[in-house]
């Protein structure tokens, strides 16, 4: 989980560097083969003509995959109306809501569209609709609009409320952090927004320049904005699975009033029990998203998943990816930012059907006991290895329970536990230790 303010601060120190192209973005290079050594993380080089991603174990082949059309592109209303229809399975009335919304989700005045969120924005109203046209501002109201769309179609499918939880940070900037807790379906349920500003930390700044940034700042200082939506959800029946996204945009301006500005984020599922179906349904939304943009982000977005959400001292993924990117700054500051609102508008339609699909199913108290258990794997990946918490918690001003929002209600620690041979426990390990193409 990266959580904002954790996010904000630091979404950008994840692997990668800068990402460019000179009119359209390319990758090329991917490897075809899904690799299993995760120990060194993948690195991404930059060709005047395209993309280069070396993913560890790679031998460098060019990926193969089919072009889907069309785009899983839902808002939760669509989704919702479509889950009315009776006598058609979840995943077709996804598909379904899907169809019906390719409104530009820009369209309406600011003020007018503001009034379905679960907060007032962080920034004032009116400095958003005087920055109408800035993508700094196309992306808050992106992000609110996420969380809004999310939370509703959450308590709609738990019957409960979200507690709005508005803050701000003294350096600059603020967030919304929505938590419904001990619901009837989820046990914790977090979506947070966060807008900060100021000036970066020395640390973030050498950091950032250790991954490529070429950072100028004026008398030593260096100006930015950033935001994003993050979510973690952790149901109570076992058979629901984990999900988690992030959504992100961060700008710095340097010492000649010029600015770097980049996007990050990703969307992944962490089930308890393997379902194939779940898993196909989870990705093949994803994919079309990606699909719409370009061929090969979804291949390439999916193994980068697998590789950062690993833990490592486990010899494991974290649970059965989705896609994860960051530092995307090319060809263009509207096509990427187009991406990443194609991938935030799934968030409702690759995991709320999967939820409504496993509402009623009975489960023993072994399931349970292994949802525990696998919950505390979960925290090992986010407090050990997730940047976004480390650093969160290292930087001033930020808020230390948006970030632990990602941390489960209840968790398990068993010494020395292995699931028996041939049960659906070691069938989940075995799809942990050794990550799947699903679709």
């Not at 003294?170 to 046990?187: A, L, N, P, R, T």
């Not at 301006?253 to 770097?260: L, M, R």
């Not at 508008?345 to 509402?359: A, G, S, W």
């Not at 930087?395 to 536990?417: K, Q």
């Amino acid at each position: 989980m990266t959580s904002f303010v954790a996010c904000a601060l630091s979404g950008t120190l994840r692997s990668g560097a800068r990402m460019c192209s000179a009119s359209s973005l390319r990758l090329v290079g991917l490897g075809s083969s899904a690799t299993r050594n995760f120990t060194a993380r993948g690195r991404w080089s930059s060709r005047v003509t395209g993309l280069r991603h070396v993913p560890p174990g790679s031998a460098g082949g060019v990926a193969s995959g089919r072009v889907r059309k069309g785009v899983f592109v839902a808002t939760g209303a669509a989704v919702l109306l479509g889950a009315a229809v009776a006598g058609v399975s979840h995943f077709q009335r996804a598909e379904m809501a899907t169809r019906v919304s390719g409104v530009d989700m820009e369209q309406g005045d600011i003020a007018e569209r503001c009034k379905s969120f679960m907060s007032p924005p962080v920034t004032d109203i009116e400095v958003l609709q005087r920055k109408s046209g800035d993508v700094s501002a196309r992306m808050e109201m992106l992000i609110m609009e996420t969380q809004a769309e999310f939370c509703k179609a959450l308590e709609e499918v738990d019957g409960g409320t979200f507690r709005v939880d508005r803050w701000n940070r003294e350096e600059g900037g603020g967030g919304i952090s929505c938590v419904m807790q001990d619901g009837k379906v989820f046990e914790k349920a977090g979506v947070n927004v966060s807008v900060v500003s100021g000036y970066l930390t020395e640390e973030a700044a050498r950091q950032m320049r250790s991954r490529g940034k070429n950072l100028k700042g004026k008398d030593g200082k260096l100006p930015f904005i950033a935001m994003g939506v993050s979510s973690v959800i952790h149901p109570k029946n076992p058979h629901i699975p984990t999900v988690h996204f992030n959504y992100r945009y961060f700008e710095i301006e340097e010492e000649d009033g010029s600015k770097q500005w980049w996007f990050g984020g990703g969307t992944d599922l962490t089930p308890v029990y393997i379902n194939e179906e779940d898993a196909v349904h989870f990705h093949s939304v994803l994919r079309e998203a990606c699909d719409k943009h370009h061929p090969r982000f979804y291949p390439a977005f999916k193994k980068w998943c697998d590789q950062y959400f690993y833990v490592r001292h486990r010899g494991e993924t974290r649970g059965i990816g989705g896609i994860f990117f960051d530092d995307l700054d090319s060809p263009n500051q509207e096509e990427v930012f187009r991406f990443v609102r194609s991938c935030a508008k799934t968030v409702v339609p690759c995991y709320v059907p999967i939820v409504r699909k496993h509402l009623n199913d009975t489960f023993t108290q072994e399931e349970k006991d292994w949802q525990q258990i696998r919950r505390g794997r979960y925290v090992e990946f986010n407090l050990v290895y997730d940047r976004g918490v480390k650093f969160g918690l290292a930087t001033p001003g930020s808020r230390i329970e948006s970030i632990l929002m990602s941390l489960p209600l209840t968790a398990r620690w068993e010494y020395m536990h292995e699931p028996a041979p041939g049960t659906k426990e070691a069938e989940m390990l075995e799809v942990l230790r050794s990550p799947k193409e699903w679709i």
